[in-house]
């Protein structure tokens, strides 16, 4: 079993940047692939990057060139740095994590509490 603990998010003007920390805790054989995903009131949450554990990245193309997303394995936490911030980036952000469990071809999915983030005009 593992749980995530987000961190980060507040309140900037556009164009400032923010970053977001994603902290597992528990047990598992191994995590897997890592994603940030947002949410705005009245949309679906949708994938904003993914990391793997070798450490691929995938970006939306509405973030590439802005957002940057880490993981320090040894410290079991996922990071979300978002540059060039704009109000269209305000959202719920939670990070997912697909981890390999402690039974033989057994993975499951867990996801963050979120963190609000607000950009300002």
């Known amino acids: 079993q593992v749980q995530l603990a987000e961190s980060g998010g507040g309140l900037v003007q556009a164009g400032g940047s923010l970053r977001l920390s994603c902290a597992a805790s528990g047990s598992a054989l191994s995590i897997n692939a890592i994603g940030w995903y947002r949410e705005a009131p009245g949309k679906q949450r949708e994938l904003v990057a993914t990391i793997t554990s070798g450490g691929t990245t995938n970006y939306a193309d509405f973030v590439k060139g802005r957002f940057i997303i880490s993981r320090d394995n040894a410290k079991n936490t996922a990071y979300l740095q978002m540059n060039s911030l704009k109000p269209e980036d305000t959202a719920v952000y939670y990070c997912?994590?697909?981890?390999?469990?402690?039974?033989?071809?057994?993975?499951?999915?867990?996801w963050g509490q979120g963190t609000q983030v607000t950009v300002s005009s």
């Open positions: 997912n994590v697909n981890y390999n469990r402690y039974i033989w071809g057994a993975t499951s999915t867990t």
